[in-house]
C-alpha cells in the first residue's frame, strides 16, 4: 500500500516580515543611504496601514540585522547605519570564546588573507595611504619611548591603514573582521617584546611597499603573523586552552 503523504501546515507571514522587506528593497535599491531617517513609527504604521507595535517589530528586525539604527532622544529615530564590520567581529569573538572556532582556524584565516593585502597594498598604496601607515609606525614608536603600555591602537591602525591600502572593500571588511578576536587573544601576553617586534615587522612592511615589492610584503606579512600566532598558541597550551596547531603550518 502506498504511504500516505503528508504535509506541514503552512503559516501565514508575519505582518512585520513584509515591513522588513519593503524597506530592506528600499535601502538595498539606495533609495535610502546610510545616515538617511526612515519615517516615524506613527506614519509608517499609517503608510503600511499597521498597527505602531508592529512596526516597532519590523523595526527591531531591522536593527538586529545591522540595517538600520534607533537612536533615543529628541532627535532620535529610525537611521539607515552605515556598513561595519561590528557584528561579524563580535560573532567570530563569541564563537571563539564558546570555542565553537579555535586560535588555530583564525590563524590560517588571517594567513590565507592579510599577506595577499600586503602584496595588493605594494602594488596600490598612493602617497595619503603611506602616509597612514608611517604615522602609525612613528606613533608606536614615540608611545614605547614615553613608555605607554598601550601598543594596540598603533598596531590597528598599521593594519587598518594596511588593507585600505589594498583597496578592496572586501578584503578591509575580512580584516576589520579579525581584528577584535585575535587582539583579544593576544591580550593574554606578555607585551613588551612583542610591541618591538611588531614595530620592527610593521616598518618593513612599509618599506616593501614604498619600494613596490610585492613578494617582500607578502613574506614579512607572513612571517609576522606566524610569529605573533605561535606566542599565542605557546601561550594558550600552558594554559590549557584549546589552542592546537597542526604540524603543516611550521610553527
Do not use: C
Request: aromatic content about 4%; proline content about 4%.
Amino acid at each position: 500500500m502506498e504511504e500516505a503523504l503528508t504535509f506541514r501546515p503552512v503559516r501565514v507571514a508575519r505582518a512585520s516580515d513584509e515591513v522588513v522587506q519593503q524597506i530592506k528593497a528600499r535601502i538595498f535599491a539606495g533609495g535610502l543611504g546610510p545616515g538617511d531617517q526612515l519615517p516615524s513609527e506613527k506614519d509608517l504604521a499609517e503608510q503600511f496601514g499597521l498597527s505602531r507595535i508592529t512596526i516597532r517589530d519590523a523595526l527591531r528586525v531591522l536593527e538586529s540585522e545591522g540595517l538600520i539604527e534607533i537612536r533615543v532622544g529628541a532627535r532620535g529615530g529610525a537611521f539607515v547605519a552605515r556598513p561595519t564590520t561590528q557584528r561579524v567581529s563580535e560573532s567570530l569573538t563569541t564563537l571563539l570564546r564558546l570555542q565553537q572556532i579555535t586560535i588555530q582556524e583564525l590563524i590560517e584565516a588571517r594567513l590565507a588573507v592579510e599577506p595577499h593585502v600586503a602584496a595588493l597594498a605594494s602594488q596600490r598604496a598612493t602617497g595619503d595611504d603611506i602616509a597612514v601607515m608611517e604615522r602609525a609606525v612613528e606613533s608606536a614608536r614615540a608611545g614605547r619611548a614615553a613608555g605607554d603600555p598601550r601598543f594596540m591602537p598603533h598596531s590597528v591602525a598599521f593594519h587598518i591603514g594596511l588593507a585600505e591600502a589594498a583597496k578592496n572593500q572586501v578584503l578591509l571588511f575580512t580584516v576589520n573582521s579579525f581584528r577584535t578576536p585575535f587582539h583579544e587573544a593576544l591580550a593574554t601576553l606578555p607585551a613588551d617584546d612583542m610591541a618591538e617586534r611588531a614595530i620592527a615587522d610593521h616598518q618593513q612592511i612599509l618599506d616593501a611597499i614604498k619600494a613596490r615589492d610585492g613578494e617582500r610584503a607578502r613574506l614579512v606579512m607572513h612571517e609576522h603573523i606566524a610569529y605573533f600566532a605561535k606566542r599565542v598558541l605557546n601561550t594558550h597550551a600552558r594554559q590549557g586552552k584549546n589552542a592546537r596547531w597542526s604540524a603543516r603550518t611550521g610553527l
